[in-house]
């Protein structure tokens, strides 16, 4: 069954480092988004992108940056990791057909960072 | 766009029904009522949608009002396994600018118990 992965599940790394959070979608999705959610709170967009070439800001502002050269490839990176940083990365993908005002969208299991 | 209202927190027992309401009074004549649930740990899961008309599928039952200002998700049987965060969204406008993003409330935290 087509799906939407995220690697890694969990990533310690240390202040400063660069990190690049993958995902991935076989579903020929147009649409893809980050979530970023602390624990126990709601999840706030922080991207998402209308197809190749195409990244915009969520309603919530990060510091990380995403690109989307490819349709089945979303990556998120931040330059320099900090510990504010820390939480859980959630993307998304939803479909751009016909039926384009009621697509559901598709969630990964998520990256849980955390920042030392 | 249309926010929606759910209470923080519910129970159930295993093998009754889930009744989870969602008001959303501000809802507009285009916007999908949607729901989904977040087990722990997990990427939240899509449940079921509607317009105007009552949904069934395998997972549940979308019931909403005649005027659209409030819904009800039914799980028929719940079973331990249905614990999870369950968020009521309301999509925004089609063709503006916040199409396809979705905005995510606190949901209801629904307890199947034994």
């Known amino acids: 069954e087509a799906d939407i992965y995220q690697t890694p599940r969990y990533l310690v790394i240390g202040t400063g480092k660069k990190i690049t959070l993958e995902c991935s979608q076989t579903?020929?999705?147009?649409?893809m988004y980050w979530y970023q959610q602390d624990p126990g709170m709601e999840l706030h967009l922080i991207h998402y992108?209308?197809?190749?070439?195409?990244?915009e800001k969520g309603d919530l502002s990060s510091e990380s940056t995403v690109s989307r050269i490819r349709t089945e490839h979303f990556p998120l990176t931040l330059e320099s990791a900090r510990p504010s940083h820390t939480s859980q990365y959630l993307c998304?993908?939803?479909?751009?057909?016909?039926?384009?005002?009621?697509?559901?969208?598709?969630f990964g299991n998520g990256t849980r960072l955390t920042v030392t | 766009d249309a926010k929606t209202t759910q209470p923080p927190s519910m129970d159930c027992a295993e093998g009754r029904a889930a009744n989870l309401p969602c008001n959303h009074s501000?809802?507009?004549?285009?916007?999908?009522v949607y729901w989904y649930r977040q087990i722990h740990s997990q990427g939240p899961q899509y449940i079921i949608h509607g317009l105007k008309n009552n949904e069934t599928n395998e997972m549940a039952s979308l019931i909403i009002t005649e005027d659209r200002k409030s819904s009800t998700l039914i799980l028929p049987h719940a079973t331990l396994r249905d614990t999870a965060v369950y968020y009521c969204?309301?999509?925004?406008?089609?063709?503006?600018?916040?199409?396809?993003?979705?905005?995510f409330g606190q949901g209801t935290i629904l307890t199947v118990h034994p």
């Open positions: 579903m020929g999705h147009d649409k």
């Open positions: 969204i309301v999509s925004p406008n089609a063709g503006g600018t916040s199409y396809g993003k979705l905005t």
């Open positions: 992108s209308y197809g190749v070439n195409s990244t």
């Open positions: 998304a993908s939803s479909d751009h057909g016909a039926a384009i005002y009621n697509s559901p969208l598709h």
């Open positions: 501000t809802i507009s004549g285009n916007e999908y």
